[in-house]
């Protein structure tokens, strides 16, 4: 059965996202935008309707620059014999023969081939609208400049250009899908006359012969010749730190401003720091020159004082002064456990580097008084227990690793982070870079992660915690089948009930083990009171000790030694992804393998772009799954850790109980009393040792 090209790239796609889902990679592609008929606009505005034949109408515009070829199906539908090059000669008998869009015509025969029932429209001929011309344009006006938008009147000097205008731009002309020519619309004329005291270098062009106003009416522009001297005033701003100049342009034959003029009035204005010649000089240079008026251009100016810099704090470690009580989680929920209040550092941290303050620099103003400076503020935080201070107090570290906060503004460390009570809401989940030492219980569903040791005086709930070194709990722990521990080196408590425990070294119970999961990589081992090991699954890489294994009644034990427990919870994990990688490796194969069967049939760019990318994807699956069983083999030479493991059950082993050593397994179907079960390598099996 062949499948559609369509549903075999659907199908294609899918089958390569999913890929890249497992192998953490995105190598979606864009798809195509959908054909849309941009024909809809003639039969908006005024046409007109021919018939070319059963079911085919030709519209054209009032302009005769667009037709839109339509079929309305009949009724019943019939199938269609009528070929593009019908339709074509047709329009063209019509008198239409420019432009003609063959393609568009061609496309709709095959839809309609297709779907006999589609009403089909496409664009058949394409002419040209004219296009307008554009009328003359001013490209420059002298009236638009600033100085005389402030002044309210146009000034201008000898020779200034006062304006300029762009010519006239014809339009285009258009063209009829009969192939006549359409005439663009005329473009409407404006003239400017040169009036008094106005030339022209060239069309459009108009220059001032002379300085004084610009006058335009009815389209006549003149200028008034005038004459006034050059005139200037100096202000000081109340805060004494600038001095002002403005000045009036001479016209005509007036007297220029002199700087000797500007100076005066400085003078004479108390002016005696700060004065700026340049700004002088250009500010005269504008009015005398440009015949530009001058509005408050600065030409003297104070130096304001510069306060001292404060004593800064550069925060290598910030103590987090402004965290949030609660976390609170993007859906709006509070999160009551997750407090974000504990701060570690670790020993020799760079925490702070403090600046100190500048005593400033005195300010002047224009009339030469001097201003005093303000001196910067030193810090107000003092450096408290563990904190090395050095290079003159501006470097601050960490003397030990602990509990990092600012308080009562003394920054210290703490090398122990200490409740005094439970580990409930009004502390929240502790995570700490250090020891944390709990004087009460750890409460149902609360987390204490600590990258030391852990001490819980009181007893554990159904609560996580993980320490990266041993974790001790004087009362015991109740899991509640919802706690989890967990230490890199020991664990010990009094007990566990329906506990989930795992150590990379010893789990030491000083009483019970009661239906709980236990893993340890040395040995697992309950001591004294009862020292009874019932229920559940206890795994131990050398060895498992209990005075009493298994219950009277029956209770299903087991217990498994000589295995490194977290070996194997690897190895599970790399089978399972090997697994799931193998399935998405055989369906790629089968979508592939289809490819190959259907290489005669054409496939569009798209289709052949899945197809290569497929294959890549193929051999990255290959090599994913070989580095899955390269790791699996290496992690299988490290799954026993000794050859000599042991279980010991001093007083009495009972019935029900499974023991698994390696690949042999024994299940004690009656009581046996003092009982020592070990492991002969040259056959495999488990041996068993009692005084009985």
Known sequence: ??????????????????IDLELGQDNSSPSHSSFEDSSKKIFSEPHKEINLGPGFFLYVNKNETEAVLKYIPPSPPRILSIKATFLLERIKEIGYHHGLIETNIQKALSIIRENPQAEVTVIAAKGREPTPGKPPSVEYWIGGEEQNKASGRIQVRKHDRI???????????????????????????????????????KEGEYYAECAGTVIMKNNVLSVFEQRRDASATVAIREDGMQALISIEPPMGSGKPLAYDQAAFLLHEAGVRAGIQAKAIERAIHIANTKRQPVQNAVIAQGIFPT???????????????????????????????????????????????????TPGRR???????PLPAQAGRPISIKAGDHIQVLNDGAEWYAECTGLYRLHNNILEVQPLFYVKGDVDFSVGNIHFNGDVVI???????????????????????????????????KNGIFGKEKGRITAGKNVVSYFLQNADVQAAGDV??????????????????????????????????????????GSDYGTRTVLEAGSDFSVFNRMKEVK???????????????????????????????????????????????NAIANFRAEYRSLAEKLHITDNPQIIASDMINADVLVRIREARYKFQTPVKSVKIGWEKETGKITIDSRE
Request: proline share 4%; hydrophobic share 35%; charged share 25%.
């Open 363 to 369: 300010g002047v103003n224009v009339y030469g008084e």
């Open 1 to 18: 059965m062949n499948i559609h090209p369509n549903n075999r790239s659907n199908r294609l796609k899918e089958l390569l996202q999913d």
């Open 439 to 473: 004087e009460g219980n750890v409460l149902d569903g609360f987390e204490v992660q600590a990258e030391g040791a852990i001490s819980v005086m009181g007893t554990v709930e159904a609560a996580t915690l993980h320490a990266r070194k041993c974790i001790e709990v």
């Open 307 to 357: 306060a001292g810099r404060d004593a800064s704090l550069e925060w290598h470690v910030h103590p987090n002064l402004q965290r949030e009580r609660f976390v609170i989680h993007e859906d709006g929920s509070v999160d009551f456990y997750n407090q974000s209040h504990i701060l570690t550092v670790t020993e020799g941290d760079h925490l702070l580097t403090v600046r100190p303050p």
């Open 508 to 549: 030491i119970i000083g009483n019970q083990i009661l239906n709980s999961r236990v893993y340890a990589r040395r040995f697992v081992e309950v001591r004294c009171g009862k020292g009874s090991l019932i229920g559940g699954l206890t795994v131990a890489g050398h060895g498992i000790k209990a005075r009493t294994i």
């Open 576 to 622: 399972e992804k090997e697994q799931s990688l193998r399935s998405k490796l055989e369906l790629l194969e089968n979508v592939i393998e289809q490819e190959r069967q259907n290489e005669k049939n054409a496939v569009d760019q798209e289709e052949n772009l899945l197809y290569a990318n497929a294959l890549v994807r193929k051999k990255n699956l290959h």
């Open 163 to 201: 304006m300029q205008i762009a010519p006239a731009v014809p339009g285009v002309a258009g063209i009829r899908i009969t192939g006549e020519e359409i005439d663009p619309p005329p473009v409407k004329q404006t003239q400017i006359i040169a009036g008094e005291n106005v030339y022209q270098k």
